[in-house]
């Protein structure tokens, strides 16, 4: 059953993050960026710039972060042995779960890293 689990977890990880991968690529050679969701939610949520980010390099870490985040939800669900709704629920909560937590991680990480728009400073006007 574990070695099932494994290999379930790999085939999974692997499908999921060669299809996501391969759509923002395409997305991004067809200069459609601000159609990757993904994307496009942690630049407003952490203010990022999108003229500093590497767009192929974040497409690729989300891809990952994705199948991960698939990956682990299915093996984590078939490993119950509960009825099907409960199952569901689970999976609904663990999903949310790992897609705010994962992003909010990655998301800092990028403004870390200096990806975050100059934060202009406010001029002062002459008195008068």
Excluded: H, W
Excluded at 49 to 75: E, G, M, Q
Excluded at 98 to 116: A, N, P, T
């Amino acid at each position: 059953m574990k070695r099932f689990l494994i290999f379930l977890f790999i085939i999974i990880f692997i499908v999921v993050f060669l299809i996501t991968y391969i759509m923002d690529l395409i997305k991004i050679k067809k200069k459609k960026t601000k159609k990757i969701g993904e994307v496009q939610y942690l630049i407003n949520k952490f203010n990022l710039s999108p003229t500093k980010l590497k767009y192929k390099k974040v497409c690729l870490v989300i891809s990952l972060l994705n199948a991960f985040i698939i990956a682990t939800v299915t093996s984590i669900i078939s490993l119950l042995d509960v009825p099907m709704a409960l199952q569901f629920l689970v999976g609904f909560i663990l999903l949310f779960a790992l897609i705010y937590s994962l992003y909010e991680i990655y998301g800092r990480i990028l403004v870390k890293k200096g990806y975050e728009k100059n934060k202009q400073t406010k001029k002062k006007g002459s008195k008068k």
